[in-house]
């Protein structure tokens, strides 16, 4: 069941309980590991956790995904030996062919239709029960751009972040909006050389800790750091001191904290 669309809220909110939490320049990240669902503990400077953040796996509906696209190559395939094996050449290569590219083709359309949306959620308790946030993924597969559309719990729209698939093939970026569509900042992996390093070393390239530099609408003026620290274990900290003026709402900073790091599968 698709989520409900958000919509632009009539008036700003106010600095309320929730969203005073989001008052701050600085926020810790933790990943917790040995977890059935991607969560996060969010801390401030003084290592008091503030926000807990949760993307759901759906482990099952993900396996009776793998399982049916299974099962639809697999008749493809079986279907073609079969046809194949009853007419003369060349057409029998010919259509051996055709089915297993069907097949494939049939098995990826089957997985994706099955397969979940894993939409984020940022909660003030860690019973997950006052939520904060709401991250939805708007697409389950995307060959270009993948959004992710922000709202608060009412479902009043605060903004979006897009990641071109393709510019990230050379340097990581994502682009975040406001509920109008304003271009507020650019998010970019911290260097291109270490970036095309990354890429070459392939599973390797993980041992290269991956930062990101984030940038006003012009590309050019810091507004924010996403660093990782050196650990084990996948702690991050969100800088966005250099942005005195509060040009990104500081809910939208956390939510491309989040994604910067589940969403590029780190």
Same mark, same amino acid.
């Given at each position: 069941?698709?989520?409900?669309?958000?919509?632009?809220?009539?008036?700003?909110?106010?600095?309320?309980?929730s969203t005073a939490l989001f008052d701050r320049d600085?926020?810790?990240?933790? $990943? &917790?590991?040995?977890?059935?669902?991607? =969560? *996060?503990? /969010?801390? #401030?400077?003084?290592?008091?956790? +503030?926000?807990?953040?949760?993307?759901?796996?759906?482990?099952?509906?993900?396996?009776?995904?793998?399982?049916?696209?299974?099962?639809?190559?697999?008749?493809?395939?079986?279907?073609?030996?079969?046809?194949?094996?009853?007419?003369?050449?060349?057409?029998?290569?010919?259509?051996?062919?055709?089915?297993?590219?069907?097949?494939?083709?049939?098995?990826?359309?089957?997985?994706?239709?099955?397969?979940?949306?894993?939409?984020?959620?940022?909660?003030?308790?860690?019973?997950?029960?006052?939520?904060?946030?709401?991250?939805?993924?708007? $697409? &389950?597969?995307?060959?270009?751009?993948? =959004? *992710?559309? /922000?709202? #608060?719990?009412?479902?009043?729209? +605060?903004?979006?972040?897009?990641?071109?698939?393709?510019?990230?093939?050379?340097?990581?970026?994502?682009?975040?909006?406001?509920?109008?569509?304003?271009?507020?900042?650019?998010?970019?992996?911290?260097?291109?050389?270490?970036?095309?390093?990354?890429?070459?070393?392939?599973?390797?390239?993980?041992?290269?800790?991956?930062?990101?530099?984030?940038?006003?609408?012009?590309?050019?003026?810091?507004i924010g750091e996403f660093n990782r620290k050196y650990?084990?274990?996948?702690?991050?900290?969100?800088?966005?001191?250099?942005?005195?003026?509060?040009?990104?709402?500081?809910?939208?900073?956390?939510?491309?904290? /989040?994604?910067?790091?589940?969403?590029?599968?780190?």
């Amino acid at each position: 069941m698709s989520p409900p669309v958000p919509h632009v809220a009539s008036a700003p909110p106010g600095l309320s309980s929730s969203t005073a939490l989001f008052d701050r320049d600085r926020f810790l990240l933790h $990943q &917790k590991h040995l977890a059935l669902t991607e =969560t *996060y503990r /969010v801390f #401030d400077e003084q290592g008091q956790p +503030i926000m807990f953040v949760k993307r759901e796996g759906h482990h099952l509906r993900q396996l009776a995904a793998a399982v049916a696209a299974g099962f639809v190559a697999l008749a493809f395939i079986v279907g073609g030996i079969g046809v194949s094996s009853a007419v003369q050449q060349p057409w029998d290569a010919i259509i051996g062919i055709a089915c297993v590219v069907i097949g494939i083709v049939s098995a990826v359309a089957v997985a994706v239709w099955i397969g979940p949306k894993r939409h984020i959620g940022v909660f003030a308790d860690q019973s997950m029960a006052r939520e904060l946030l709401k991250i939805y993924q708007d $697409q &389950k597969i995307a060959f270009v751009n993948a =959004t *992710y559309t /922000v709202a #608060d719990p009412e479902f009043n729209l +605060i903004g979006w972040f897009r990641k071109n698939h393709f510019y990230s093939m050379f340097r990581k970026r994502w682009y975040g909006y406001d509920a109008e569509g304003k271009l507020l900042c650019l998010a970019l992996e911290d260097s291109v050389a270490l970036s095309i390093l990354r890429r070459v070393l392939g599973q390797y390239g993980a041992m290269i800790r991956t930062n990101f530099n984030v940038f006003g609408p012009d590309g050019r003026t810091p507004i924010g750091e996403f660093n990782r620290k050196y650990t084990m274990f996948d702690k991050y900290v969100l800088d966005m001191t250099a942005d005195p003026g509060r040009a990104i709402d500081r809910r939208l900073a956390v939510a491309l904290g /989040v994604l910067l790091d589940t969403a590029e599968k780190r």
